[in-house]
């Protein structure tokens, strides 16, 4: 009796992120560097487009609601509350970018550590979607803006303390992630394989 068709082998995603070769996630990152610097700059020139009183961190880590409103009372006496809109909503290409840049570090620090401290190797692998969480805080903050722009007037105050809250913790997660992962990383290499396997 012949056999049947062999079914297909079954596809692990954690399987072929690991044997991706260190210039491919090389390229990914550069490119997902590029798509983060770009958002930036879309961001930078949609927010200038508001004529804003103040600086878009200011504007991002104030949390004075009445402050606020009055921001917004001079962006629609200009007529350029839409413009504060739409820089949200661009604010998502800096996000996508960023995300992708700190999972792309992660995975190429772990690429590159596979041989020389694999126990550390492992760590930064099953770390690496999480470094995410730190961009997506943005998502947060955009969320409390809109909210915020919906109703620039009579907005809940919360939302104000809410809105600055999530950019300070958004900031700080970005630089823990910027600065952490490539500490850990040089000192994993540095310290070799048998300090990785302690650790």
Same mark, same amino acid.
């Given at each position: 009796m012949a056999a049947g068709p062999h079914p297909p082998l079954a596809v692990h995603p954690q399987r072929m992120i690991r044997n991706l070769p260190a210039p491919?996630?090389?390229m990914l990152l550069a490119a997902a560097v590029g798509l983060s610097a770009f958002g930036q700059i879309l961001l930078q020139s949609t927010f200038r487009q508001t004529r804003h009183p103040v600086s878009l961190f200011r504007a991002n880590t104030t949390a004075d609601p009445a402050l606020i409103r009055d921001w917004y009372a001079t962006l629609q006496a200009q007529?350029?509350? #839409?413009?504060?809109?739409?820089?949200?909503i661009t604010?998502?290409?800096?996000i996508a970018g960023l995300a992708a840049t700190a999972i792309l570090m992660t995975l190429l620090a772990?690429?590159?550590?596979?041989?020389? #401290?694999?126990? *550390?190797?492992n760590r930064l692998y099953r770390i690496a979607p999480y470094t995410a969480l730190a961009p997506a805080l943005d998502l947060v903050e955009n969320t409390f803006s809109l909210a915020m722009l919906?109703?620039?007037t009579g907005f809940p105050d919360a939302f104000a303390h809410l809105h600055a809250a999530a950019s300070w913790a958004k900031l700080?997660?970005?630089g823990?992630?910027?600065? *952490?992962?490539?500490?850990? *990383?040089t000192c994993a290499a540095i310290r070799g394989?048998? *300090?990785?396997?302690?650790?």
């Open positions: 491919v996630l090389a007529g350029t509350l #839409n413009r504060m809109i739409a820089t949200e604010d998502l290409i800096w772990a690429r590159l550590l596979r041989r020389r #401290n694999p126990a *550390a190797s919906s109703d620039p700080a997660a970005i823990t992630v910027a600065t *952490a992962i490539p500490a850990y *990383a394989k048998g *300090a990785g396997e302690k650790s």
